[in-house]
Nanobody
Framework: QVQLVESGGGLVQAGGSLRLSCATS????????MGWFRQAPGKEREFLVG????????SYADSVKGRFTISRDNAKNTVYLQMNSLKPEDTAVYYC???????????????????WGQGTQVTVSS
């Protein structure tokens, strides 16, 4: 069973930056595609960005393309989300997720991800 723990959320002003981390344990991180999602109050959880097991392939939602960057460090079993130019509409709980079907590409559909963290709150003030 893979465990994921997000950190790095908080309160930031519009235009600011945050870096989220997702530390994993209990699995073979270097074989998994990873993704970041978010869920705002009253809304469905939405895909933001995914990264392949090697880090060589990434996929971004249009809403964050050019502002958010995903990366991973397989030696540290950690995936990161660098968020720049934050907007009030980015306010949400942010989740990382793993697709434990090994060696896969980054998926955009939530249904492919089978292990989830508990989430970290990001609040962007105007």
């Amino acid at each position: 069973q893979v465990q994921l723990v997000e950190s790095g959320g908080g309160l930031v002003q519009a235009g600011g930056s945050l870096r989220l981390s997702c530390a994993t344990s209990g699995g073979t991180f270097s074989r998994y595609a990873m993704g970041w999602f978010r869920q705002a109050p009253g809304k469905e959880r939405e895909f933001l960005v995914g990264i392949s097991w090697s880090g060589g392939i990434t996929s971004y939602a249009d809403s964050v393309k050019g502002r958010f960057t995903i990366s991973r460090d397989n030696a540290k079993n950690t995936v990161y989300l660098q968020m720049n130019s934050l907007k009030p509409e980015d306010t949400a709980v942010y989740y990382c997720a793993a697709e434990t079907a090994e060696w896969g590409p980054p998926r955009t559909s939530i249904s492919f991800y089978d292990s989830w963290g508990q989430g970290t709150q990001v609040t962007v003030s105007s």
